[in-house]
């Protein structure tokens, strides 16, 4: 059996150059890769086109890479807890492709399923159709949209082998499994890196054969975007 184990981080995402085009999972800030998401930080590679749903907050997540302008373009389907983001959307200088969630996340699944194109309800009638084919079935229309894929896919999970094995704990198994299947290139970021034999194959949520580098990472501060308490 290969060993996908790096020694971190840094070691992980060594050869994301210039240009890439990256996949983040995560979903707000839950699940998201937090220590490969500071080392792209930290070497300034930019240029970077990110498919995420989001682009986090402006001090956490893609919102450090997005202060620090390492990132081109961004396909995501929400906007809304990041004013840098907007601000860099509405002056010009952030080109952004917003997708209905359900259309990013079938885009995700189907480039990782290589399925080129499929059809959905979804966007129909809306500046999301502009420039996209259009065609009826059973007197409905239907848009017809593309895969995505990645040059890396960048994944958190809870935790993982050294094969590749990866298992999500909670509301982190949202854009992480998906993601793992539509990078050429899978690193994943886990939390606990156990012997492999450990996991138990029916609770496997992502099979190591699409992981190409895991590591276990540290620190995770893992934030709540939102925090609402009962005053009493």
């Not at 001090?59 to 390492?70: A, E, P, R």
């Not at 399925?115 to 007197?139: H, L, M, N, Q, S």
């Not at 993982?160 to 994943?188: C, E, H, Q, W």
């Amino acid at each position: 059996m290969i060993n996908k184990i790096v020694a971190d981080e840094f070691e992980a995402t060594k050869d994301i150059k210039d240009g890439a085009v990256l996949m983040l999972g995560g979903f707000g800030l839950c699940g998201i890769p937090e220590n490969c998401i500071l080392a792209l930080l930290q070497s300034g590679v930019k240029n970077l086109t990110c498919i995420s749903n989001n682009a986090g907050v402006d001090n956490f997540g893609i919102g450090l890479l997005l202060k620090k302008h390492q990132v081109k373009k961004m396909i995501s389907s929400y906007v809304g807890e990041n004013a840098e983001f907007e601000r860099q959307l509405l002056s010009g200088e952030l080109e952004v492709e917003l997708l209905p969630q359900g259309t990013l996340a079938e885009r995700i699944r189907a480039g990782g399923a290589g399925i080129p194109a499929f059809y959905t309800p979804a966007g129909v009638g809306t500046e999301v159709a502009i420039g996209k084919e259009v065609r009826d079935f059973d007197g409905k229309p239907y848009l017809m949209e593309s895969w995505l894929k990645a040059d890396f896919s960048i994944v958190k999970a809870w935790k993982g082998d050294s094969a590749g094995n990866l298992v999500y704990k909670g509301t982190a198994r949202n854009f992480n499994p998906m993601m793992a299947t539509a990078g050429k290139i899978t690193i994943a970021e886990v939390e606990e890196l156990v012997p492999l034999g450990e996991l138990d194959p029916n609770q496997i949520h992502t099979p190591g054969i699409f992981v190409q580098r895991i590591f276990q990472g540290k620190q995770y501060e893992k934030r709540i975007e939102q925090r609402t308490v009962s005053a009493n």
